[in-house]
């Protein structure tokens, strides 16, 4: 009888990876490119059974999803190549440090502002992004990471859903928010959601130019709406449109309406 990836004692040469909710297909040859790192370690000095997986049998790591994408680059062709305005160095660098990646950490700590490697670059590091909930630096703090975002509009989207029984008076289910998407330009998205913005539709993208594909790691409208009034936006206009069904034929049936809403913000 075949034994399964989990009974085998080696690695199949496709290898499937869930790197924090991100998943990766690569081959075990690339994983194992750098000697003496995590991955060469958990690949060739353990058996498929010793690693964590997740519930379609893929490796599990906890770790960061989308920089993981930069450390397979580097194992493919121990080359160091970050998209213009790359934001994420700092984090990249704590990425590598943990993966044993000690010739990418240093390459990380000498890259120049544009993301090329340059071996003595002596350039400052560029300021990470922070919350300008957390954040104790100053609006004009915000504007020197953000350059050219003292003034715009964002606009807050959601899709929401809720029941109405046939006492109109209860209902089931009330603004349930599946995701908030962000439209703006990508310096305004940035400055006011900073870590908390998930890029992963659309991303390295520079700070001038715009984009509607991004939207928050919450479902908190609240929480969107704190982080815009702190960083000095004002709504300006909304609107809503909704569309009922029925559960079945039966009119007897509750209803559901589910919603698309928006909300635009300017400062």
């Avoid at 004692?9 to 991100?22: A, D, K, M, Y």
């Avoid at 990249?92 to 000690?102: G, I, S, V």
């Avoid at 000095?232 to 589910?258: I, Q, R």
């Amino acid at each position: 009888m075949a034994q399964t990836d989990s009974q085998s004692s080696t690695f199949p040469e496709i290898v499937e990876l869930n790197v924090g909710g991100q998943v990766y297909v690569t081959r075990l040859e690339t994983l194992t490119a750098a000697p003496n790192s995590l991955l060469w370690t958990k690949f060739t000095q353990s058996s498929p059974g010793d690693l964590p997986k997740d519930g379609k049998g893929r490796f599990f790591f906890d770790r960061d999803g989308f920089l993981f994408r930069y450390i397979l680059d580097y194992l493919r062709d121990s080359e160091l190549f970050l998209p213009e305005y790359f934001k994420e160095r700092r984090r990249l660098q704590k990425e590598a440090d943990f993966f044993r990646l000690p010739e990418l950490s240093r390459r990380l700590s000498t890259v120049s502002k544009d993301g090329s490697y340059t071996e003595d670059s002596g350039e400052p590091e560029d300021a990470e992004l922070t919350s300008p909930v957390t954040s104790s630096s100053s609006c004009s703090d915000r504007t020197l990471r953000s350059p050219g975002a003292n003034a715009g509009y964002i606009t807050i989207g959601y899709r929401g859903s809720y029941t109405i029984g046939r006492d109109i008076q209860a209902d089931a289910k009330f603004r349930r928010v599946a995701r908030i998407t962000v439209c703006s330009k990508i310096s305004l998205a940035k400055e006011v959601f900073g870590e908390t913005l998930n890029e992963s539709r659309d991303p390295d993208r520079p700070p001038d130019k715009y984009t509607a594909r991004y939207y928050l790691k919450y479902n908190f409208l609240e929480q969107a709406f704190d982080r815009l009034a702190e960083a000095g936006f004002h709504m300006v206009a909304c609107n809503s449109t909704g569309t009922c069904s029925y559960g079945s034929n039966d009119p007897g049936e509750d209803k559901l309406w589910t919603s698309y809403t928006e909300y635009v913000f300017s400062r």
